[in-house]
T-cell receptor, first 112, second 111 residues
Framework: ETGVTQSPTHLIKTRGQQVTLRCSSQ?????VSWYQQALGQGPQFIFQ???????GRGNFPPRFSGLQFPNYSSELNVNALELDDSALYLC???????????FGPGTRLTVT | QKEVEQDPGPLSVPEGAIVSLNCTYS??????FMWYRQYSRKGPELLMY????GNKEDGRFTAQVDKSSKYISLFIRDSQPSDSATYLC???????????FGKGTTLSVSS
């Protein structure tokens, strides 16, 4: 059984740029959720995707967007990067309707 | 008031000690409760999942939920240096929806 994988591991971007982060869900899981974890904080829910559609969204602006593909993998896109976007971005996969979410190792984004 | 409150610690204990980690939450609609362990620079790892009030035991770990006081706990028996990590409590109101996390408690177990 393959776990959740994310790429890249680390990324450095400049304010105003755009970034795309990628996630492959655990084998058999059809739902992907994205979280932002700032230093010293717990993860904060960004949005969830199921059947290639957004299935819930947290308190994040529209410049945070996502995609889910037929193989259940997912992308998180962030436009017009701000310094406060510097964080660990976590992807979690699950079965639809199940509470157990399994996290990947995260992508650490630094915005300068 | 934050939805989930968790003392960030740090908490330092000697090897073999019993560790108690706690969270409080504000929304009585929350009914699903989880504990995650996160090692430095890694993603959170699901440790325990409980539904509604009660206890759940898994090896050295016991999760406890008291919905009447909106209080959730994780007990670690015979703590080991490998238990040194940040422990995150999480909750949700509906199955399969967003998890709401506490800030995490950093635990250090010394040998």
């Amino acid at each position: 059984e393959t776990g959740v994988t994310q790429s890249p591991t680390h990324l450095i971007k400049t304010r105003g740029q755009q970034v795309t982060l990628r996630c492959s869900s655990q084998s058999g899981h059809n739902t992907v959720s994205w979280y932002q974890q700032a230093l010293g904080q717990g993860p904060q829910f960004i949005f969830q995707y199921y059947r290639e559609e957004e299935n819930g969204r947290g308190n994040f602006p529209p410049r945070f967007s996502g995609l889910q593909f037929p193989n259940y993998s997912s992308e998180l896109n962030v436009n017009a990067l701000e310094l406060d976007d510097s964080a660990l971005y976590l992807c979690a996969s699950s079965l639809q309707g199940a509470n157990e979410q399994y996290f990947g190792p995260g992508t650490r984004l630094t915005v300068t | 008031q934050k939805e989930v409150e968790q003392d960030p610690g740090p908490l330092s204990v000697p090897e073999g000690a019993i560790v108690s980690l706690n969270c409080t939450y504000s929304n009585s609609a929350f009914q699903y409760f989880m504990w995650y362990r996160q090692y430095s620079r890694k993603g959170p790892e699901l440790l325990m999942y409980t539904y509604s009030s009660g206890n759940k035991e898994d090896g050295r770990f016991t999760a406890q939920v008291d919905k009447s006081s909106k209080y959730i706990s994780l007990f670690i028996r015979d703590s080991q240096p490998s238990d040194s990590a940040t422990y995150l409590c999480a909750t949700s109101g509906q199955a399969g929806t967003a998890l709401i996390f506490g800030k995490g408690t950093t635990l250090s177990v010394s040998s």
